[in-house]
């Protein structure tokens, strides 16, 4: 090793014992990482699965970043009995059993008709539906559970399509190069604890002030409304009328009345000029 390389080799080495002694520090204090709260890839990955071992209670089930995302709380044996008989259900809300769950959804009472059919089987129907899932998302949780070893797959699905395309754009364009890095630091604890504060403080940025103005908004243009409107007050605007909108000052053609509300049970009159443009 050159004496150019040594302080480097040094330096990289420090850097990772005081990581590494970080990490330790965060784990025993409880801190718990983003890929335990919820999936990075949003179901776009077979990186991060749906269901994980439970090897004390020899089943798998969803975990918490499972549950708190789109899928019911489910859980199967690990291995699957020689009379078993395994279905999977997959597809959207209607599947999962918005808005109740899975209880109320038909999984469950198909699960009920098999047993009272096959009482000499052992039934497990899971209920693999997910909240928004449309066809990309369910192909990759599709190659998953084949690997439970499933006896029917039951695919109840067709109104999705669009959300997927429309609120999931970045993760269908993605590098998928990057999906190891990513995966990385949603493993890594004082990533995780930093991302956390950042979003807290950026929340709290985002809040409006009890003076009606969001957070670090400058004063000077509340002072700049009150000025236009020849007052010298930066409070806020006028408090809107009983309809939810804010009353205007009378100008000119106006008498300062308000138009009288419509009989209860009737629709508003149509503006004047309405039945012309038919």
């Given at each position: 090793?050159?004496?150019?390389?040594?302080?480097?080799?040094?330096?990289?080495?420090?850097?990772?014992?005081?990581?590494?002694?970080?990490?330790?520090?965060?784990?025993?204090?409880?801190?718990?990482?983003?890929?335990?709260?919820?999936?990075?890839?949003?179901?776009?990955?077979?990186?991060?699965?749906?269901f994980?071992?439970?090897?004390?209670?020899?089943?798998?089930?969803?975990?918490?970043?499972?549950?708190?995302?789109?899928?019911?709380?489910?859980?199967f044996r690990?291995?699957?009995?020689?009379?078993?008989?395994?279905?999977f259900?997959?597809?959207?809300?209607s599947?999962?059993g918005f808005?109740?769950?899975?209880?109320v959804?038909?999984?469950?009472?198909?699960g009920?008709?098999?047993?009272?059919?096959w009482?000499?089987?052992?039934?497990?129907?899971?209920?693999?539906a997910?909240?928004?899932?449309?066809?990309?998302?369910?192909?990759?949780?599709?190659h998953?559970?084949?690997?439970?070893?499933?006896?029917?797959?039951?695919?109840?699905?067709?109104?999705?399509?669009?959300?997927?395309?429309?609120f999931y754009?970045?993760?269908?364009?993605?590098?998928?190069?990057?999906?190891?890095?990513?995966?990385?630091?949603?493993?890594?604890?004082?990533?995780?604890?930093?991302?956390?504060?950042?979003?807290?403080?950026?929340h709290?940025?985002?809040?409006?002030?009890?003076?009606?103005?969001?957070?670090?908004?400058?004063?000077?243009?509340?002072?700049?409304w009150?000025?236009?409107?020849?007052?010298?007050?930066?409070?806020?605007?006028?408090a809107p009328?009983?309809?939810?909108?804010?009353?205007?000052?009378?100008?000119?053609?106006?008498?300062?009345?308000?138009?009288?509300?419509?009989?209860?049970g009737?629709?508003?009159?149509?503006?004047?000029?309405?039945?012309?443009?038919?």
């Amino acid at each position: 090793m050159g004496p150019k390389l040594k302080p480097a080799v040094f330096a990289a080495i420090a850097a990772a014992l005081f990581f590494g002694l970080v990490e330790i520090a965060l784990w025993c204090a409880g801190v718990p990482t983003l890929l335990s709260e919820h999936d990075p890839f949003v179901g776009f990955s077979e990186r991060v699965p749906v269901f994980e071992l439970d090897a004390g209670r020899g089943l798998y089930r969803t975990p918490r970043r499972a549950t708190e995302h789109s899928f019911n709380y489910q859980e199967f044996r690990a291995a699957k009995p020689a009379d078993g008989f395994r279905v999977f259900v997959l597809g959207g809300s209607s599947a999962f059993g918005f808005p109740w769950g899975a209880r109320v959804a038909f999984p469950r009472l198909l699960g009920d008709a098999l047993r009272a059919a096959w009482p000499e089987r052992s039934i497990e129907v899971v209920n693999a539906a997910a909240m928004s899932y449309g066809s990309h998302r369910l192909r990759i949780l599709t190659h998953e559970l084949l690997r439970y070893d499933p006896d029917l797959l039951i695919l109840h699905e067709g109104h999705n399509e669009f959300v997927e395309r429309r609120f999931y754009r970045d993760h269908l364009v993605r590098a998928d190069a990057l999906d190891g890095v990513q995966l990385a630091l949603a493993r890594w604890r004082l990533y995780s604890m930093l991302s956390r504060v950042y979003r807290k403080l950026a929340h709290r940025a985002a809040e409006p002030d009890p003076a009606g103005r969001s957070a670090g908004e400058p004063r000077s243009r509340w002072r700049g409304w009150a000025a236009r409107r020849g007052g010298s007050s930066p409070g806020p605007p006028p408090a809107p009328g009983p309809t939810g909108s804010a009353r205007a000052a009378p100008g000119p053609g106006r008498t300062g009345r308000s138009s009288p509300a419509p009989a209860a049970g009737r629709p508003p009159a149509p503006p004047a000029g309405w039945a012309a443009r038919g």
